[in-house]
């Protein structure tokens, strides 16, 4: 079955830090893999994705992830953290079929509280 | 363009009462995906629709139900409410059904069932 894990459930940064929130997964076939944000109270927001490609993806707000097969990992990064980026940090990946193939919906992570301090 | 809207934002209801949340997906989107998000058991799939079809459902009671429109816009009930049900229910749409569309959510529904 398809599955994500976070290992962390909250990583404190400061400001100006580079940050890492953690992903694993684990699937049968091709992985599409999605990070999230979300904000209090708020929907969850799309941060970027892995299809196929270079394993290294960049996506909103300054966020990058590297894909790694071998270790079956893709780990949420930013250079150089900001206050305003503390939230819930969510990895997903796409289940699959009864026939095998990729289907529509999404399987989370537990989530990540990331933290980042003045 | 407009957002994913969901409505209402907010809902207080009684256990055994039945509740319909309506989702509106993004202009031009075909498919439209709910999810259940509790603090014990996180964020869970409940249905997925494209087309007025229901392509895909999670592992919910039948007391769990949903529709989709001609025009995308999805509706989920759920019936005989339970503490359980307290949620924030949470839709997306995708533009198609492809395993490779990205979902983007709407703001949810907070759900408290008392």
């Known amino acids: 079955a398809q599955s994500v894990a976070q290992p962390e459930d909250q990583v404190n940064v400061a400001e100006g830090n580079p940050l890492t929130v953690k992903c694993t997964y684990s699937v049968s076939g091709n992985p599409y893999l999605f990070w999230y944000v979300q904000y209090p109270n708020r929907g969850l927001q799309f941060l970027l994705k892995y299809i196929t490609g270079d394993n290294l993806v960049k996506g909103s707000y300054g966020f990058e992830a590297e894909f790694n097969k071998s270790q079956t990992s893709f780990h949420l990064k930013k250079p150089s953290a900001l206050v305003s980026d503390s939230a819930l940090y969510f990895c997903a990946v796409r289940d699959i079929g009864s026939y095998g193939g990729s289907q529509g919906n999404l399987i989370f992570g537990k989530g990540t509280k990331l933290s980042v301090k003045p | 363009k407009a957002g994913v809207t969901q409505t209402p934002r907010y809902l207080i209801k009684t256990r055994g009462q039945q509740v319909t949340l309506s989702c509106s997906p993004i202009s031009g989107h075909r498919s439209v995906s709910w999810y259940q998000q509790t603090p014990g058991q996180g964020l869970q799939f409940l249905f997925e629709y494209f087309s007025e079809t229901q392509r895909n459902k999670g592992n919910f009671p039948g007391r769990f139900s949903g529709r989709q429109f001609s025009n995308s816009r999805s509706e989920m009930n759920v019936s005989t409410l339970e503490l359980g049900d307290s949620a924030l229910y949470l839709c997306?749409?995708?533009?198609?059904?492809?395993?490779?569309?990205?979902?983007?959510f709407g703001p949810g529904t907070r759900l408290l069932v008392l």
């Open positions: 997306a749409s995708s533009l198609r059904d492809g395993s490779q569309e990205t979902q983007y």
